[in-house]
């Protein structure tokens, strides 16, 4: 991607947002000067990688397969006395976009509609190679359960959530139609280096060109940036 792209996507990230009447914390909009005036404070962002995160999944197709996303709140699977026991997120959609089918074998997560357009989700079960199944997949949606036959497409409302467990592959986006979507994400504490499994050819991270100064760096780029 290149970094005007990105640039783009942060300012009509934060337009949705407080259309939307949703605030994030302040480091989410300080600017490249203030992260550097705070670079001594910021370890435990740094550690537990919070703060804002784009990607094309290595597609070059970020209008088809990507999102914005913000990490509020996450902590780390080898070390509990550093940040908070669970992960909260914001998932930011234009429409159009989805996410890569993928897996986690580590955490288990609700995906919530908070607000915009509604949301189209297909699941698959996998095995503990990784290899898709056959398979109808069980599911809870706001502690109600419900069966699909994999793949199925289904879609979620505002206020409504689903509930992902490991090992279950999913494909997630806009309902056609239904305009930008803003989602949340509360699960177990999230490693996005170490538990995303892609069933497409994608990369968790896009590769950045630079064509113009950084507006907010991303969460895997404080080192390199600051």
Known sequence: ?????????????????????IRLPD???????????????????KQTMLGWDISDYGTGKFDEIGCVLFTVRNGL??????????????????????LPKHYHVYKTEDIIVHAGGEMD?????TDADGHELQTPVQIYRDGIAHTYQPGEVFS??????????????????TKAGTGDLICGEVSRVNDDNTDNYFLESTSRFATIEEDEA?????????????
């Open 214 to 226: 950084p507006l907010h760096p991303l969460c895997n780029e404080y080192d390199r940036l600051l």
């Open 27 to 45: 480091f989410a909009y300080w600017t490249m000067e203030d992260w550097k005036a705070h670079k001594g404070e910021i370890d435990q962002i």
């Open 121 to 125: 989700i297909q699941l698959f079960d």
């Open 77 to 98: 699977q080898n070390d509990p006395s550093v940040g908070v026991p669970y992960c909260e997120k914001y998932l930011l959609f234009k429409e159009g976009q989805r």
């Open 1 to 21: 991607m290149k970094r005007s792209e990105i640039n783009a996507a942060l300012v009509w990230a934060k337009n949705l947002l407080e259309k939307n009447n």
């Open 156 to 173: 979620v409302t505002a206020g409504n959530s689903v509930t992902l467990t490991p090992h279950m592959a999913h494909i997630f986006g």
